[in-house]
């Protein structure tokens, strides 16, 4: 008697980030982690548990998560797909490492999506329900996320969820966007992140080291980045566990 096939491509929930340090501790608690590339992205799939996870890492913008979304439905079709990583804060009241979960994501130029998911909204403990806006380009300055909130009443700003959003859409999947904050309301990032990180999420050394030889104090405000995002990455895996694993068993 033939056994039944395993559709060893297949993932149960699909993954969806810019870069890899916004994953990485959530890999780090997965088993049986492979790497490998198709086109230019970076896929990596792995055990959380039993539940199969699929990774796409997409660099930053619209137009390569919309593809990657795509590529990563194409290679393991996940019923469910997260857009996941990091986001500003457009609250003042929001702290570094709080996660957002999305009821709806919008762009500056008036396309919405809504979602439908019931989460409850927990800010005493960092867990914001609500809108999230994605701009064209990184929201650098405290003046322009207040701005932002006030015009579109949304909680954080990404570069990316809307386009995974739309793709999971005209595919038929399930779409949640969580995100973790990287920067809050306090201080601007310093101006050279747009010249440091590359299209494809790679930090561009030579970008880097020419930034702290024109400015020598932005490599302390680049430190300071970079711990808010080791600390907004290891909380967004301790969430994204929960989620995964809940996901999973409705469906089963």
């Not at 993932?11 to 790497?35: N, S, T, W, Y």
């Not at 909130?149 to 954080?156: E, G, M, T």
């Not at 809307?162 to 306090?186: E, N, P």
């Not at 992140?193 to 104090?217: C, D, H, N, Q, Y």
Request: glycine fraction near 8%; aromatic fraction near 6%.
């Amino acid at each position: 008697m033939n056994q039944p096939k395993v559709d060893k491509a297949h993932a149960d929930i699909g993954l969806v980030c810019a870069l890899p340090m916004e994953i990485q501790p959530f890999l780090d608690r997965c088993e049986h982690v492979k790497k490998y590339t198709g086109g230019s992205y970076v896929f990596r799939g792995g055990f959380l548990d039993r539940i199969k996870v699929a990774v796409v890492q997409t660099g930053v913008g619209f137009a390569r998560a919309r593809a990657a979304t795509q590529a990563l439905i194409d290679a393991h079709s996940p019923p469910w797909i997260l857009s996941v990583g990091f986001s500003g804060a457009l609250k003042p009241e929001m702290k570094n490492g709080d996660i957002v979960v999305a009821t709806s994501v919008c762009d500056l130029h008036g396309q919405e999506l809504q979602n439908d998911v019931h989460f409850p909204e927990d800010p005493e403990h960092g867990l914001y329900v609500g809108r999230i806006i994605n701009t064209d380009e990184i929201v650098r300055t405290v003046d322009e996320k207040l701005k932002l909130a006030a015009q579109f009443d949304a909680l954080a700003v990404d570069l990316e969820s809307l386009a995974v959003a739309q793709v999971c859409q005209a595919a038929q999947k399930g779409f949640m966007a969580i995100r973790a904050i990287s920067d809050d309301c306090s201080v601007d990032l310093p101006p050279e992140i747009m010249s440091i990180l590359g299209e494809t999420g790679a930090v561009r050394a030579g970008a880097a080291l020419g930034a702290v030889f024109k400015r020598p104090e932005s490599i302390k405000e680049m430190w300071k980045m970079r711990g808010d995002a080791s600390r907004a990455a290891t909380r967004l895996a301790s969430f994204l566990d929960g989620v995964v694993v809940q996901l999973y068993e409705a469906r089963h």
